[in-house]
């Protein structure tokens, strides 16, 4: 079994939908992170969170918030979702003691 | 702030031949190197990585060392493989708590039989 896994893995909603995203790991990480890839780009951060009370913004936090519900699970919502946040989303993992972050498959968001 | 240079794709190569995606970097001290290398349809996925300087990370025939003169990172393979073909991220890791990881664009490869 994959040790970080999302869902959906695809999700087509339209404009102004809340939709959320969830994460859950069975590494036994403290480090969560939520990533956003667009075509043609590399990586960027939206949010990390390094235990259950310990949230943080990353580069384009905008339009997103998340939630820790326990160590091994880290949602990402939308609130109201917009066509530009079209992309694919990753949850990452890292332990406390290394820097290599462990990623999810990925869940492909389409907003229409 | 940090930022990760990659060689711009797509690159197409017949079996066997040598890769080279060019990789440099700009980034305060000393920070850790990774390349990670997407299969189509899957998450990103750990290649090797290099945390000092002159160090060779190392995995399935791919190399790269941490050139600190250069500032690079350039992942090499002698002989690709069909199964090779993917898209290669290069990224480094910043000293800070967070130890967030700043991403290069992407190079896709592309091997043909």
């Known amino acids: 079994d994959a040790d970080v896994t999302q869902t959906p893995r695809n999700r087509i909603t339209k404009t102004g939908k809340r939709i959320m995203l969830e994460c859950s790991q069975t590494k036994g990480h403290d480090r969560m992170y939520w990533y956003r890839q667009d075509p043609g780009l590399g990586l960027q951060l939206i949010y990390y969170s390094f235990d259950v009370k310990d949230i943080n913004k990353g580069e384009i936090s905008d339009g997103y918030s998340v939630s820790r519900q326990a160590q091994a699970k880290f949602s990402l919502s939308l609130e109201s979702a917009i066509p530009n946040q079209t992309a694919l989303y990753f949850c990452?993992?890292?332990?406390?003691?290394?820097?290599?972050?462990?990623f999810g498959p990925g869940t492909r968001l389409t907003v229409l | 702030g940090d930022s990760v240079t990659q060689m711009e794709g797509p690159v197409t190569l017949s079996e066997e031949a040598f890769l080279t995606i060019n990789c440099t970097y700009t980034a305060t001290g000393y920070p850790s190197l990774f390349w990670y290398v997407q299969y189509p349809g899957e998450g990103l996925q750990l290649l090797l990585k290099?945390?000092?300087?002159?160090d060779k990370g190392s995995n399935k025939g791919f190399e790269a060392t941490y050139r600190k003169e250069t500032t690079s990172f350039h992942l090499e393979k002698g002989s690709v493989q069909v199964s090779d073909s993917a898209v290669y991220f290069c990224a480094l890791s910043d000293f800070g708590s967070a130890r967030q990881l700043t991403f290069g664009s992407g190079t896709q490869l592309t091997v043909l039989p």
């Open positions: 290099a945390t000092k300087a002159d």
């Open positions: 990452a993992t890292r332990g406390t003691a290394g820097d290599t972050q462990y």
